[in-house]
């Protein structure tokens, strides 16, 4: 990501919450420097202003730190994006024309710009700007997670090819939970991990046990179709 930077640049960082957006970015600052905005600074800016001068609060802060830093990233856009877009007097287009206006004064001024969101940026930026998306979690990504919060010695008590295929679509603060939990716990393995995940995380990954299906039933191309598109199943060997 940092190869990829030159004056004037517009970049967009993408990931769904918990796969550490943040974290990158803020390795990013500590490596380049510039000013840091998160969704904290645009809350503040409003202090004393009505609620419908979001877009004008945002275009302050965002020029104020562009005037004093060659780089300026901007993580959680899309919550700002969110709340204007939101009901049915969306603001949409006043927050597209005060970013268009901040993009053109950076550009003037050879500033590099970094956004971070969650999905999609709004189009002004989307239309400008080089992107990047952070990929899902791997079994992997996982057990460096684990060793970090657990130890070594610790972390490799777990099957981390199980625990993935029980919840494919875990985040690092799910991952980072189920270690806090089991820290607590006398004694932990991979059954324990997959239950705490069922049971006790905030935002509960969807998990499924495979149920095997015995290819003896599967009597026709529609059967095993079928079997295939039913969750997780997987296939008993025939003799």
């Not at 189009?123 to 130890?151: H, K, M």
């Not at 939970?177 to 509960?204: G, K, W």
């Not at 598109?229 to 296939?235: C, F, K, M």
Request: proline content about 5%; aromatic content about 6%; overall charge neutral.
């Amino acid at each position: 990501m940092l190869s990829g930077f030159h004056p004037g640049s517009v970049l967009i960082l993408k990931s769904h919450s918990g796969l550490g957006r943040t974290t990158v970015l803020r390795h990013v600052h500590n490596a380049m420097g510039g000013g840091f905005l998160a969704m904290r600074q645009l809350v503040k800016s409003m202090t004393g202003r009505q609620p419908w001068a979001l877009e004008e609060a945002f275009l302050d802060t965002l020029a104020r730190a562009v005037a004093a830093h060659n780089t300026v990233i901007v993580d959680d856009l899309h919550l700002l994006t969110a709340v204007v877009g939101a009901g049915e007097n969306s603001r949409t287009f006043l927050l597209d024309a005060a970013l268009t206006t901040a993009l053109a004064d950076a550009a003037i001024d050879r500033k590099t710009l970094i956004f971070g969101v969650a999905d999609t940026a709004p189009w002004p930026i989307e239309r400008r700007a080089y992107s990047l998306q952070l990929p899902a979690c791997t079994p992997a990504d996982c057990r460096v997670l684990c060793q970090s919060c657990l130890g070594e010695e610790a972390a490799a008590r777990l099957d981390y090819a199980r625990i993935y295929r029980f919840a494919p679509v875990l985040n690092a603060r799910q991952i980072r939970a189920a270690c806090a939990r089991l820290l607590r716990a006398p004694a932990f393995d991979t059954l324990r991990f997959v239950e705490y995940l069922q049971s006790e995380t905030p935002a509960p990954a969807e998990i499924h046990e495979p149920q095997p299906v015995d290819c003896n039933d599967l009597k026709h191309p529609e059967s095993i179709v079928r079997a295939l598109q039913e969750t997780n199943r997987t296939v008993r060997r025939c003799d």
